[in-house]
Each structure stands twice: as C-alpha cells, then as structure tokens.
C-alpha cells in the first residue's frame, strides 16, 4: 500500500514538473523581453541629471524643485525653452511644437520634462507631453465624445450611474496631455471651479441620498489649494450617506512634490479616501512617484491606477504588463484600462480595439489577478464604461458551458 502511494506520488510529481517546465516556457519571451521596456527606476540616473539641466537653466535649487508651486510656476510653454532644455530637438519639431501650440495649448512641469528623451521623438513621455501635427486633424472624432454637456443636473456635477457621480472641481492641469478627453475644458484660462457652484454641488449631494460615492476630479483634483480641498472633502465628510470619496488626479505621475506632508494630513482626516491616478508607461514609475505614493498609503489613501490605452505608447502587451507589474511594486493597484476616446485632435493615439482585447489575453493567467485590470470602451453620448473581455465563454445552456481557459484550452463544464 504504501509503496503503491510513494509510486503514485512520484507519477504526480514527475507530471507537476513537466507541467512547471511548460509554464516556465510560456513566460520566456516575457523575460526576454522586458528588460527592453524600460522603467522609471531603471532610468533614474538619467532623470537626475536632466533635472539638474533644468535647475541650472531656472537658476534654482533642488529646494525649489521639491516645491510645487515652484513646478506650476516654471512649466514650460514655449518652443524656445523647450528647445534649451532638450537640446536633441530639431528646428522641424520646434516649428511643429509652435505651430500646434497655437491651436490646441500645451504645457509641461519641469519634473514631467525631466522624464522626457532628449533624442527619440517616439518616447511615451515626449509624445503625451509635446503637441505633434497629427493633432491638427480635423476629419476625425468630437469635442464632447461623452456628452458631459448633457449629462450634468447641477453646476460642476456629471451624473451617470444611479449611486455616484463627479463633481469637476478645475479645469487646471500640471501637464496638458495631448491625449486628454476633456481638451475642450483647457482653454487658455486656467480656472477652478468658483466656491458658489461647489456649494450647488454640494446641495445636490446632499438633497439626493442614493450618491453614495462621489469622486471629485476636473483637471487635476489636487491643483486645487491644501485650504479648498481641506474645506470640500470635509463637506463631503459630513454628508451622512456619502460612503466613499475619491480624487482623480495625474499629481503623482506629473507633480509628485504636490504630496506634501500638509496635504497629507488633510487627507488622513476623511477617510475612506480613494485616489486613482493615472500612469501610463513604466517610464513613469519613478522614484518620486513611489515616495508620494508612500506618503499616500500612510494618510490611509488606497490608490488605483487608471491607464489610458494609446497607440505607440502603450498598446503592446509587453508594456501594458510592465506597466502594471511596476505599479504594484509601488502598491497602485491597476483599476482600468480606458480604450482612448474618438476625441478630437486625438486620432493618432487611438488604438484597435483588438489591440485592447489582445493586452487582456495576454494578462489573464499570464500574471498575477493583481496586475489585471478591467478594459473599459466609453459608450459614445454618456451611456456609460462599458467592459470588454476577450472571450472566455464559448458557449452556455442549461446543462453545460464550454469554456476557453486562458492558455486556450477548450473545456466543458457540466452545470447540475
Ligand atoms: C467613471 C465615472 C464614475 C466612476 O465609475 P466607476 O466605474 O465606479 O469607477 C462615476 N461617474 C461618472 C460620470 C464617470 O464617468
């Protein structure tokens, strides 16, 4: 009998490490590959010594880098500095940054900038940064591809769920994506919503007991002052039937020094507090980002990231893994992945959708559940975020369903 056991174990055991060297198979070219996606801390060397170009050229001190108001303050919005901080430009991209400056505005913080290649015109940071002549497209996409305009019962506020809605506090912005959704909103003046139309907003939180989570987002959530936002969550705080606040903002990826310590401690005091960022390329994952994530996690913040997918700078599966696997070192949970809107000016970034579903096939088993967030395509006209799922449910009835497993093996499995 036991010998019978032992054979029989040696059997399973022989068969588990077969199956061990198939899985170790499957993850090669994932290992081979990776080292040629490159990350923030990978490039951390670099980023200093950019950083230390752009403080010489400002005449200022790591001190003022640290500071915030100091990144507002020097954002870079002409060609011309542009040009002396990133030398590797040409005269053609110089002209081309110029010239669609003028139709759709551009501006980048001195920390984003220090992320950015001086050489590749391609970088991920360069081309959600830097205006290009694609954007000049006029034959392609909308405004308002969401019909924010008219899903908003009161001032500041989108609703499009039963049980949570947005109150748009700013239009301000560290960097002005060249991706951005709400382009419309940037105008040349920068503007956060007047303290008149919040309280609207907060009347109709408060007349209207079934929001039970409301997210405050613009722009920039956090480029409002530690004074306003003290004061708006601490409103929201007091709202009995408001369960959960959250905060949308790009600070970590494009104005890390915006977590302070102050801000911190306003944070802490109204929980729960979820804030969900958006990085986009592992490039972005520095280590200034996991210190203000750091900071975050101890004022008992819970963070998620969402991605946006973009043609050439994220799409590949590659990528979007590292990207993920990276933002759970910092302990950013990844949340969703937006398929990229038919907004206006945008065309060159929008992706297939079938590059979408193949990043998620390419996640599901391949990596942790952690690293897998859900892909979202925005129904057109405010009909909401709609999930899309490669197929795993081939087909279903009463006795049995045929499912693909994620290796894409053909099972059935019976239902009683
Ligand atoms: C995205 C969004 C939300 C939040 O959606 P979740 O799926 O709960 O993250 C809420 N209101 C509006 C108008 C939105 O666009």
Sequence with gaps: MAVELQERSGTFRQYALKRADELKQMILPFINN??????????SDAYESRRGNILSYFNATLEDWENWHWQMAHRITEAHVLNALLPGLTMDQCEEIERVGK?????????????????DPLDPIRLQGLPTLPELAEDFGEDDPMGEGITSPAPCITRRYPDRLIINVTNMCAMYCRHCQRRRNIGEN??????????????????NPEIRDVLVTGGDALLLNDLTLDWLLGELHAIPHVEIKRLGTRAPVTLPMRITDELCSILAKYPPLYINTQFNHPKEVTKDAKKAADKLISAGV???N????????????????????????????PYYIFHAKNVKGTRHFVPRIQDGLKVMDQLRGYTSGLAVPTYIINAPKGGGKTPILPQYLVSLDEQHAVLRTWEGKLVHYETP
Excluded: C
């Design 306 to 333: 969402q991605a946006v997918l973009l043609k050439g700078i994220n799409h590949e599966p590659e990528v979007m893994k590292k990207l993920n696997h990276e933002l759970l070192k910092i302990r950013v949970r």
């Design 34 to 43: 990776s080292p040629k996606v490159p990350t923030g801390f990978l490039l």
């Design 103 to 119: 139709t759709y505005r551009w501006a980048v913080s001195p920390y984003y900038l220090s992320l950015m290649s001086d050489t």
């Design 190 to 207: 920068d503007t956060h919503s007047p303290r008149t139309q919040l309280k609207a907003a907060l009347d109709y939180i408060r007349a």
């Design 302 to 304: 819970v963070l998620g």
